[in-house]
């Protein structure tokens, strides 16, 4: 796009951003309106909306921020395209959502802000948003939803679980992504999450899920599961994964049931004859959130490529957790004491590393902050998108 038209969008957005409470009133409005004028629509969504109003408004957000880097922006489209296949999104779904997105943008911004000048440069956007996801949407004849059983479901902390499925036909994932997962007692509401092993032709598949307080979802996942429920899984998403080509060895952050994905990775590495060096740190607040240890230390002790440094940010599990801790094998790496990121940074600035983090958004940018204090280049650095 031409810089006139961006800075058009991003003088917009930001006016409309900082006069209704951070953009939160368009976004409600934007579905209020399309609701009305396309009431079928309203069953591809959430019978509760507010979590679906703040991703539109951060992904809008993520669009405008980045219009002068079209390959990040046509990037993160792609993978919105994907995400979208599982409500079955055709071109008449696009035509109804652009046009009630200019209509509420115009109706908050007035006819002093809202020129003829913004009006193309937003059209232009949005038609370049719809193109992109479009393509993608119609570019493979993969499913654009997955179905698998539950076979296993085991508490391992009080807010969280390990939940084993066999999905009706295999998917192929990456080890490192992520896929929206639906549950039947909530219906159309879908939580991300990674795939904790590495795809197989089997079709099975495991995941690592934390309640979240307050989430509408996880409580359901990690307490309301039993054996032979029937949940939905969309595409994968995402680019976490070992990149061979740089030549470097890897470090691995992960927080909580942030391993998963990079557990997907080391697991799938064990498979391969040649491997860099991995450095593994996974932390939690106590002790016994360091729930998937011994799985770790296992792999570590049959793969020499491979280190793991528990971390906690306590040296004792709080009183309601019973279970003895793990006894740290010959060979191993004791566990440490202190913050995630400040230990990390502690063993120097991993320059020479690519580098991989996955946890909460503060939590990985928390440890982003401290490796860059220590000095190490962010470009090294990849997580997920925070949003």
């Given at each position: 796009?031409?810089?006139?038209?961006?800075?058009?969008?991003?003088?917009?957005?930001?006016?409309?951003?900082?006069?209704?409470?951070?953009?939160?009133?368009?976004?409600?409005?934007?579905?209020?309106?399309?609701?009305a004028k396309y009431p079928g629509m309203r069953e591809i969504?959430?019978?509760?909306?507010?979590?679906?109003?703040?991703?539109?408004?951060?992904?809008?957000?993520?669009?405008?921020?980045?219009?002068?880097?079209?390959?990040?922006?046509?990037?993160?489209?792609?993978?919105?395209?994907?995400?979208?296949?599982?409500?079955?999104?055709?071109?008449?779904?696009?035509?109804?959502?652009?046009?009630?997105?200019?209509?509420?943008?115009?109706?908050?911004?007035?006819?002093?802000?809202?020129?003829?000048?913004?009006?193309?440069?937003?059209?232009?956007?949005?038609?370049?948003?719809?193109?992109?996801?479009?393509?993608?949407?119609?570019?493979?004849?993969?499913?654009?939803?997955?179905?698998?059983?539950?076979?296993?479901?085991?508490?391992?902390?009080?807010?969280?679980?390990?939940?084993?499925?066999?999905?009706?036909?295999?998917?192929?994932?990456?080890?490192?992504?992520?896929?929206?997962?639906?549950?039947?007692?909530?219906?159309?509401?879908?939580?991300?999450?990674?795939?904790?092993?590495?795809?197989?032709?089997?079709?099975?598949?495991?995941?690592?899920?934390?309640?979240?307080?307050?989430?509408?979802?996880?409580?359901?996942?990690?307490?309301?599961?039993?054996?032979?429920?029937?949940?939905?899984?969309?595409?994968?998403?995402?680019?976490?994964?070992?990149?061979?080509?740089?030549?470097?060895?890897?470090?691995?952050?992960?927080?909580?049931?942030?391993?998963?994905?990079?557990?997907?990775?080391?697991?799938?590495?064990?498979?391969?004859?040649?491997?860099?060096?991995?450095?593994?740190?996974?932390?939690?607040?106590?002790?016994?959130?360091?729930?998937?240890?011994?799985?770790?230390?296992?792999?570590?002790?049959?793969?020499?490529?491979?280190?793991?440094?528990?971390?906690?940010?306590?040296?004792?599990?709080?009183?309601?957790?019973?279970?003895?801790?793990?006894?740290?094998?010959?060979?191993?790496?004791?566990?440490?004491?202190?913050?995630?990121?400040?230990?990390?940074?502690?063993?120097?600035?991993?320059?020479?590393?690519?580098?991989?983090?996955?946890?909460?958004?503060?939590?990985?940018?928390?440890?982003?902050?401290?490796?860059?204090?220590?000095?190490?280049?962010?470009?090294?650095?990849?997580?997920?998108?925070?949003?």
């Amino acid at each position: 796009m031409e810089s006139t038209a961006v800075s058009h969008i991003r003088t917009t957005f930001k006016a409309l951003a900082a006069a209704d409470d951070g953009g939160i009133g368009v976004t409600r409005s934007f579905y209020s309106i399309l609701f009305a004028k396309y009431p079928g629509m309203r069953e591809i969504f959430p019978a509760v909306m507010e979590m679906q109003a703040d991703r539109l408004l951060d992904a809008i957000a993520y669009i405008v921020e980045n219009l002068d880097d079209m390959d990040k922006v046509q990037s993160f489209l792609v993978q919105l395209g994907r995400d979208h296949r599982r409500y079955g999104i055709t071109e008449d779904h696009f035509i109804a959502v652009g046009g009630t997105l200019i209509a509420t943008l115009e109706r908050f911004a007035g006819t002093e802000l809202w020129t003829e000048e913004v009006d193309l440069a937003w059209r232009e956007a949005i038609a370049l948003i719809a193109a992109v996801m479009l393509g993608e949407i119609n570019a493979s004849d993969a499913p654009g939803v997955w179905t698998g059983t539950v076979v296993e479901h085991k508490q391992v902390l009080q807010d969280v679980a390990i939940v084993r499925l066999q999905l009706d036909q295999p998917m192929s994932y990456g080890a490192g992504q992520y896929v929206g997962v639906s549950v039947p007692s909530r219906p159309r509401m879908w939580r991300y999450l990674s795939p904790a092993i590495p795809a197989n032709d089997a079709g099975q598949i495991e995941f690592h899920i934390r309640r979240v307080a307050g989430g509408w979802v996880s409580p359901a996942m990690v307490r309301g599961v039993t054996p032979g429920e029937r949940w939905n899984l969309s595409a994968p998403l995402g680019s976490l994964g070992v990149d061979r080509t740089t030549g470097r060895d890897q470090l691995m952050i992960a927080s909580g049931t942030g391993i998963a994905p990079l557990r997907a990775q080391i697991m799938e590495m064990a498979m391969r004859g040649n491997n860099p060096r991995v450095h593994l740190f996974v932390g939690g607040t106590y002790p016994c959130d360091l729930y998937d240890l011994e799985t770790l230390w296992q792999l570590a002790r049959t793969n020499p490529w491979l280190t793991v440094i528990p971390v906690s940010e306590e040296t004792v599990n709080p009183w309601w957790h019973t279970d003895p801790a793990p006894v740290t094998p010959p060979g191993m790496s004791e566990r440490l004491t202190g913050k995630l990121g400040e230990v990390v940074a502690e063993f120097g600035a991993w320059e020479d590393r690519d580098i991989q983090i996955v946890g909460s958004p503060s939590t990985v940018q928390t440890i982003k902050y401290r490796l860059q204090a220590k000095g190490t280049p962010m470009d090294n650095v990849r997580h997920d998108p925070l949003f």
